[in-house]
């Protein structure tokens, strides 16, 4: 009782330094997320699903501070055609940002949109984010949901012409910041989306993708190099008949990073996709949780997991594909690997299995493991030098993740960002 009472007090705290948005279609749905998170109360410790991750950074009262890191890289995904939405420590920066017409396309700002009586995104806003607290409480995303007074809204009807980028700044070391993107693609529609940098000191981000029937959705997100940032992210997703769902994640430094991802299968011969490589040295904690539900007949899901840490790093994935009766013909397949390149580092997994129909074709697996001594002396033997034969295999181990990223544009450029990471490490 006395720990019940505790994680009460202290989601009480966080919720005294916040302010609901009042007002417009969302409200009713703000109200009720806000009603989630006051009788659950925000994670703790004891949770089934955080016990490798302690929540306390995301869930204090304030933001740590985060020291601002000037990159003196070029930006990623600059050489792609795309139109850019900047936000700086959470707000909409118009200035740096492109005109938001684009074919087939309607894009608003939640900040704005918010205010009407009526719109497109009043039936899913927080609908998605409700159905994933089931049968795990997800109240990070609840209290996104409540409490977000931005982001942007993304409505879909045909092929979009080019990829959208979502770029995020982090220039006040103090920062904290809760940003919501609901996006809307219709039947048939096609979007590629992008997504970069560090957002805030502290972020709690939820995007909801509802994706109808024949329609395709591929998202590729880096995660950016400040290593004091601390960041929760939430997809949602929901796949109707004969839908594509493409979802891959690059991160790189980060004191703490937890990314969920939320997907159900509602339609027959939908396909989701899952997919990250992290590279994390020292202070550095990177969970990925995910739960893919399928409910519906011959569909396909994939997880694909790897990570390298080093220095005493700690990497964390939680995954679990339901399989409901009458999901006949699914085929799920999950991966989660770890290289530690020292023997301070840890890994720590939890796959899951859950299956009610008796027609299926899943498999999980996790592995965690040092470079491969005899690859190494192969590479040594023909004159690599140790730190760039070691690169080398390391780049072979993430290979399999980023195989999942579909523009192969978009795949060279985040194998120039990891090559670019590891000869930083090395020298």
Sequence with gaps: MAIAQAKLDATDARLATLSLPEGGWAEPARRDAL????????????????KYTRPDMLTAETAAE????DADEAPVFGEVD?????????????AASDD??????????????????IHWARDLYGTLETAGQTPVARTLAALNTAFASDGV??????AAPKPIALVYHHADPKSDVMLHHVIRMDA????????????????????EIDVADNAAFNHVRVQGRDHERQAATHIFTRLGQESRFKSFTMTANGVMTRNECVIELTGDDASAHVAGACMGDGDFLHDDTVFITHDAVNCESRQVFK???????TGVFQGKILVKAGAQKTDGYQISQSLLLDGDSQFLAKPELEIYADDVACSHGSTSGAIDEDALFYL?????????????LTLSFLAEAVEEIEDPDLAEEIVTRMEAWLARRRG
């Design 188 to 207: 048939g529609a096609a979007l590629t989306l992008l997504e970069s940098g560090p957002v805030a000191a502290r972020c709690n981000m939820v995007m």
């Design 66 to 69: 985060a020291a601002i890191f």
């Design 35 to 50: 009603a989630r998170v006051q009788a659950t109360g925000l994670p703790g410790r004891r949770d089934e699903y955080w």
């Design 153 to 158: 809204l993304i409505h879909v009807t045909g």
């Design 82 to 94: 795309q139109l850019k939405l900047v936000f700086v420590d959470g707000v909409f920066d118009a």
């Design 307 to 313: 990570k390298v840490l080093r220095n005493g790093a």
């Design 380 to 392: 040594r033997a023909r004159g690599i030098p140790h730190g760039i034969a070691t690169d080398l």
């Design 100 to 117: 938001l017409a684009l074919d087939h396309v309607r894009i608003e700002r939640l900040a704005e949109a918010g205010s009407a009586d």
